[in-house]
């Protein structure tokens, strides 16, 4: 095949940048034609600087103790800089790592979205920064449509113009859906960990930052080994990026996954006043205003000490009818309870013991004592009062399984 001759070289050069200089031209007007349609219909980037975050109805006492919560979405909104820097960075490197650098919009992340759709032709969910998805979050419908999609990149840029990146992120990480009715990022802390940010190990931050993506599908409480490659994947970002040295992504890596779900706890214990509370409001209220999403905080004239003051004297009360009445027997049978006594009396055996001990001993995880601690999380604990497993009934006492798995030798006079 022979050369091409300079001039026919040059000719074909001056056509490529001619159609390039076209291309880019008509780019640009369809661009600005784009924005000068839909600009003017978008909403006001100023509305986020005092957004409401949607809140549960929150009942407390006078001294400010939790009495109850009532709500479909958890949520705390928390402070940018009440929120850990290296969750941040988690949530950065797993979701948009160039987010202090582009300008809303990741020209990059756009391309690789569009050379994906010229390849397979399907609209697939891609090139969405951290500011993109605040502004779908908050304005926009989730309907994957072009023209939602111009109108999420020209609402970015607005929004990067009239709010810092921090308030940016601040606004993600409080509105952001993390499964199990969790919203933002403290709320997820508590329900999968049981625990504020500042207590978060790597790891479990890493796991949180990995919830956006699919809330469902990267669950820890529901696919446990799912959230786990989630995870790593995330640790691995990180590493990546040098928000972790070596050491800290080994051990992070090498954690087990600890996350289960933890109901919202309460401080006082008062659910008559709780629902006279929340009655209330819901009387007054309702008509104008969304009382379990508003975020209302209802202070009663409830002190906590004479509160548990009166719960103690409650149970005293009752406890000592109780007594004066005698024992009325078992309040339900398990039918496996046998299976459990032969399994307690074999772990006994191997350590020449016998069930009689009056010693307090965990025990081991074995199929059938898990299933009593599963029967035994059924039934609710009464103040002081808890259910057991009744295992033997001597004349002057009884021996019970508890909830902690283990035995217990109540005397006559217990």
């Known amino acids: ?56 109805l929150r009942i407390y006492s006078a001294d400010n103790k939790l009495i109850a ?16 820097l290296k969750l941040q960075q988690a949530f950065i490197a797993s979701e948009d790592d160039r987010f202090y650098d582009h300008p809303g919009v990741d020209y990059q992340g756009l391309l690789r979205a569009a050379f994906q759709l010229a390849l397979t032709g399907e609209k697939k969910q891609g090139g969405s ?34 709010l810092s990146k921090d308030k940016i992120l601040e606004l993600y990480m409080n509105k952001i859906f993390l499964g199990k009715r969790a919203y933002g990022v403290t709320s997820a802390a508590r329900v999968y960990y049981g625990k504020p940010l500042e207590e978060l190990s790597t790891a479990q931050m890493a796991m949180i930052a990995g919830l956006p993506k699919a809330p469902s599908t990267f669950n820890p409480v529901n696919n446990p080994e799912r959230a786990l490659t989630r995870r790593n994947y995330v640790l691995g970002r990180m590493f990546k990026l040098g928000y972790i040295d070596q050491l800290e992504y080994d051990e992070a890596n090498n954690a087990e996954l600890t996350a289960e779900e933890y109901k919202v706890a309460n401080e006082l214990k008062a659910p008559y006043i709780a629902e006279m509370a929340r009655s209330f409001v819901q009387s007054n209220f309702s008509e104008n205003e969304d009382i379990y999403n508003n975020g209302f905080k209802v202070y009663t004239t409830v002190v906590s000490d004479y509160q548990e003051a009166a719960n103690q004297a409650i149970y005293k009360g009752l406890l000592d009818y109780e007594h004066r009445r005698g024992y009325v027997g078992k309040h339900d049978e398990w039918e496996n309870v ?22 307090i001993e965990a025990l081991p995880e074995d199929p059938i004592i898990v299933q009593a601690h599963e029967k035994l999380a059924e039934y609710p604990i009464y103040g002081p009062l808890e259910a057991a497993v009744v295992l033997k009934v001597e004349d002057q006492s009884v021996i019970v399984y508890n ?8 005397p006559w006079q217990g």
């Open 403 to 410: 909830e902690e798995r283990s035995l217990i030798v109540i």
């Open 129 to 162: 920064t951290i500011t993109m998805q605040v502004a779908r979050n908050f304005f926009l419908s989730k309907k994957k449509t072009f023209k939602r999609k111009f109108e999420e990149i020209f609402l970015s840029l607005k929004m990067e113009r009239v």
């Open 69 to 84: 919560e009532y709500g479909d979405k958890r949520r705390v909104p928390t402070a940018i800089e009440d929120i850990p």
């Open 338 to 359: 046998n299976a459990l006594i032969a399994a307690i009396n074999q772990e006994k055996k191997n350590k020449q013991s016998d069930l009689d001990s009056e010693s």
């Open 1 to 56: 095949m022979g050369e091409v001759k300079p001039k026919k070289r040059y000719l074909l050069i001056k056509i490529c940048a001619i159609l390039g200089g076209v291309g880019l031209v008509s780019g640009l007007a369809i661009a600005v034609g784009l924005y000068l349609y839909i600009s003017p219909n978008l909403p006001d980037p100023h509305l986020l600087d005092n957004v409401d975050l949607q809140e549960p």
